[in-house]
């Protein structure tokens, strides 16, 4: 069983910066691409950023030079760091990771339970 354990969230104002961590555990063989998603109440849950297992990127337009992406393979981890946070970023953030489990041809996506980060002065 794969699990997905977020933390660095929380409140920070305007301008400010966090960093979140994800974390997976279990049983697996590798795991694929890794990514951070958002949830503000009243919106669908968007992607913020993206990275595969060699390194490559992709972003949310809007957090393009504020926030950056990166992993730790030997760890099983990922990283979000905010910086220049706005009060529309404001959201639970989930991690998200394509894992191959017990075979090299299948994938399976995996959740993290969310970290709530808040952006207020």
């Known amino acids: 069983q794969v699990r997905l354990v977020e933390s660095g969230g929380g409140l920070v104002q305007p301008g400010g910066s966090l960093r979140l961590s994800c974390a997976a555990s279990?049983?697996?063989?590798?795991?694929?691409?890794m990514g951070w998603y958002r949830q503000a109440p009243g919106n669908e849950r968007e992607l913020v950023a993206r990275?595969?297992?060699?390194?490559?990127?992709n972003y949310a337009d809007s957090v393009k030079g504020r926030f950056t992406i990166s992993r730790d393979n030997g760890k099983n981890t990922v990283y979000l760091q905010m910086n220049s946070l706005k009060p529309e970023d404001a959201a639970v953030y989930y991690c998200?990771?394509?894992?191959?489990?017990?075979?090299?041809?299948?994938?399976?996506?995996?959740w993290g339970q969310g970290t709530q980060v808040t952006v207020s002065s």
């Open positions: 279990g049983s697996f063989l590798s795991i694929n691409a």
């Open positions: 990275i595969t297992s060699n390194g490559a990127t």
């Open positions: 998200n990771a394509q894992v191959f489990e017990t075979t090299m041809t299948t994938l399976y996506i995996h």
